[in-house]
């Protein structure tokens, strides 16, 4: 894990950047929250069904996230050298790394988690997945609405995970390793 805040270049970029260009212009749309992936930008407007199962997440590990001395949310994290800059469902990262921060990168995660939508479901299996095991995410886990069941994904590395956990139906609890060392009730998802 990176030991100290990523920040974008926040105010200037050259011309013949264009991802960094991308990446300044995104963060500057008034209002809406976008993120990019494989240099398509895509607005965020998650369901409440979706936003419903990330809630159920971030409360069942909210108790050990606070004393691990962390944070949830769904802060920005870049991709950099690539045209991805991504929002999360839920990140978890050090409150130290959280303050003043932009963005992160995914090995400043300790968990990062996804819940598909019918309209990015293979964002999420396969694109996403691939990135946050390249950017060094130590664990993925993937909620996946629209196959009900639950994957997680460990030990990063260029070409992948190389540890898969599931799927798992939705109703079967799955395992947080360490730091969390908990089991995830999955039946409300």
């Not at 992160?104 to 964002?123: A, H, R, Y």
């Not at 994904?153 to 109703?171: I, K, M, N, V, W």
């Amino acid at each position: 894990m990176s030991v100290q805040p990523h920040r974008p270049q926040p105010r200037s970029y050259a011309a013949d950047d264009p991802e960094t260009a991308l990446k300044y212009a995104i963060r500057h749309i008034e209002g809406d929250r976008v993120q990019i992936v494989e240099g398509v930008i895509t607005l965020m407007s998650p369901s409440w069904d979706h936003e419903s199962a990330a809630d159920s997440i971030r409360s069942q590990i909210e108790t050990t996230v606070r004393k691990l001395g962390c944070v949830t949310g769904s802060g920005d994290l870049d991709l950099p050298g690539t045209p991805n800059w991504y929002i999360p469902d839920i990140a978890v990262v050090p409150k130290e790394l959280a303050k003043g921060a932009d963005a992160l990168l995914p090995d400043q995660t300790l968990l990062v988690v996804e819940v598909t939508s019918s309209s990015n479901g293979d964002t999420d299996r396969v694109v996403k997945r691939r990135r946050y095991a390249e950017f060094g995410a130590p664990l993925y886990l993937l909620v996946d609405r629209q196959e009900r069941s639950c994957t997680l994904f460990s030990e990063p590395g260029r070409l992948g995970y190389t540890h898969t956990d599931g799927p798992h139906p939705f109703g079967t609890a799955i395992h947080l390793p360490t730091p969390f060392d908990l089991d995830l009730d999955t039946s409300d998802f």
